[in-house]
């Protein structure tokens, strides 16, 4: 057992966040998200929503810049989802949030280092953190 760690990040996933460098690409994605078809390294996070493990993951992980930079999918008609409002809400520190278009968005999750499967039933609730330093 560890102290301090929340209970719902798994020891698989506490590897794959410890392995992750300076720069590497992490997606925490929703429940419609193609992430097995896009994921170099998947961890299923099956029952938990997404904004739950973001703020369990920001415990252990440094996101890179300041301000850090939160990137989403952007939406087809330009609103902003309430859940992106709750997601900058879960950062100690100022927030960029960046709109990468949807395409895009699966290109760049390709690319990441992994990609967190949630159920998360909100529609554009996926984001991508970039690793920063210690």
Same mark, same amino acid.
């Given at each position: 057992?560890? @102290? $301090? @760690?929340? /209970? =719902?990040?798994?020891?698989?996933? =506490?590897? @794959?966040?410890?392995?992750? $460098?300076h $720069?590497? /690409? =992490?997606? @925490?994605a929703?429940?419609?998200?193609?992430?097995?078809?896009?994921?170099?390294?998947?961890?299923r996070?099956? $029952?938990?929503?997404?904004?739950?493990?973001?703020?369990?993951?920001? /415990?252990?992980f440094?996101?890179?810049?300041?301000?850090?930079?939160?990137?989403?999918?952007?939406?087809?008609?330009?609103?902003?989802?309430?859940?992106?409002?709750?997601?900058?809400?879960?950062?100690?520190?100022?927030?960029?949030?960046?709109?990468i278009?949807?395409?895009?968005?699966?290109? =760049?999750?390709?690319?990441?280092?992994?990609?967190?499967?949630?159920?998360?039933?909100?529609?554009?609730?996926?984001?991508?953190l970039?690793?920063g330093?210690?």
């Amino acid at each position: 057992m560890l @102290i $301090g @760690i929340p /209970k =719902l990040l798994s020891p698989e996933l =506490l590897k @794959i966040l410890c392995e992750m $460098g300076h $720069g590497d /690409k =992490l997606v @925490i994605a929703d429940g419609n998200f193609p992430a097995a078809s896009c994921a170099q390294r998947l961890i299923r996070l099956d $029952g938990h929503d997404a904004q739950s493990v973001l703020e369990a993951i920001l /415990k252990v992980f440094p996101v890179d810049g300041e301000p850090q930079v939160l990137q989403v999918m952007q939406t087809d008609d330009g609103h902003i989802p309430e859940i992106w409002r709750a997601y900058t809400g879960a950062f100690k520190s100022p927030v960029i949030t960046e709109e990468i278009e949807r395409f895009r968005f699966y290109d =760049l999750a390709r690319e990441a280092y992994c990609v967190v499967a949630t159920s998360e039933a909100a529609l554009y609730a996926n984001l991508i953190l970039t690793k920063g330093v210690i």
